[in-house]
């Protein structure tokens, strides 16, 4: 295997490994890990991390998947900027449906607060790249980011620097991925990254 094709292969686990999808599972592993959450049961942790997984990664990853089939397209081709309203029509309706289900269970307010952060990330990421195509995958460690500063400012015992060392570098790792496999520039990656963060952080600590 030559150089280049070992690169490529990389930078294809990697994006694979972290998609966006996995956000909200992971700011909401962090709410019940670092509150008061963290005594609650372990079978209560586990059905809410289902329902969420199912909302947010599993249902719109099969439909998304189903989509591109009928429409005979490669994974690039689906990554281009016209073919992408779909994809995140499907993906807000998701996280709508989460939120929504959430919220009419009662679920506590900083579980669904990050739900909502993701939603507004893939929002605010689709308004621009009606424009301009920013990267998704930056912006949702971007949003992991801000959901790490938002966290740290308010909860007594959690040290967010660690966590937001490892979420930059993260984004670094992410974002070169990316670019190997010409999905974005420099500055799409960088603009995801920012839009993440911004929009995570207001989302979190202002809802």
Same mark, same amino acid.
């Given at each position: 295997?030559?150089?280049?094709?070992?690169?490529?292969?990389?930078?294809?686990?990697?994006?694979?490994?972290?998609?966006?999808?996995?956000?909200?599972?992971?700011?909401?592993?962090?709410?019940?890990?670092?509150?008061?959450?963290?005594?609650?049961?372990?079978?209560?942790?586990?059905?809410?991390?289902?329902?969420?997984?199912?909302?947010?990664?599993?249902?719109?990853?099969?439909?998304?998947?189903?989509?591109?089939?009928?429409?005979?397209?490669?994974?690039?081709?689906?990554?281009?900027?016209?073919?992408?309203?779909?994809?995140? &029509? $499907?993906?807000?309706?998701?996280?709508? %449906?989460?939120?929504?289900? !959430? +919220?009419? /269970? *009662?679920?506590?307010?900083?579980?669904?607060?990050?739900?909502?952060?993701?939603?507004?990330?893939?929002?605010?990421?689709?308004?621009?790249?009606?424009?301009?195509?920013?990267?998704?995958?930056?912006? &949702? $460690?971007?949003?992991?980011?801000?959901? %790490?500063?938002?966290?740290? !400012? +308010?909860? /007594? *015992?959690?040290?967010?620097?660690?966590?937001?060392?490892?979420?930059?570098?993260?984004?670094?790792?992410?974002?070169?991925?990316?670019?190997?496999?010409?999905?974005?520039?420099?500055?799409?990656?960088?603009?995801?990254?920012?839009?993440?963060?911004?929009?995570?952080?207001?989302?979190? +600590?202002?809802?």
């Amino acid at each position: 295997m030559t150089r280049q094709k070992s690169l490529i292969l990389g930078a294809r686990i990697i994006s694979l490994i972290f998609n966006p999808f996995y956000l909200p599972l992971v700011g909401i592993a962090l709410v019940l890990t670092f509150t008061f959450m963290i005594d609650f049961p372990i079978e209560y942790k586990l059905i809410l991390l289902g329902v969420v997984y199912l909302l947010t990664v599993l249902i719109p990853t099969m439909l998304i998947f189903i989509y591109r089939i009928f429409r005979k397209w490669t994974l690039q081709e689906l990554g281009q900027k016209r073919h992408l309203v779909v994809p995140y &029509a $499907i993906s807000i309706a998701c996280y709508t %449906l989460c939120v929504w289900l !959430l +919220y009419n /269970n *009662n679920v506590f307010h900083d579980i669904i607060v990050v739900v909502i952060a993701a939603l507004l990330i893939q929002v605010v990421t689709i308004i621009i790249n009606f424009w301009w195509k920013v990267s998704i995958h930056t912006a &949702a $460690i971007g949003g992991v980011s801000g959901a %790490l500063m938002a966290f740290g !400012l +308010y909860l /007594n *015992n959690f040290n967010p620097i660690w966590w937001l060392t490892l979420s930059i570098f993260l984004a670094g790792l992410m974002g070169t991925a990316r670019m190997i496999l010409r999905q974005h520039s420099l500055g799409q990656v960088v603009t995801g990254y920012f839009v993440g963060i911004v929009t995570a952080f207001l989302s979190i +600590y202002y809802i």
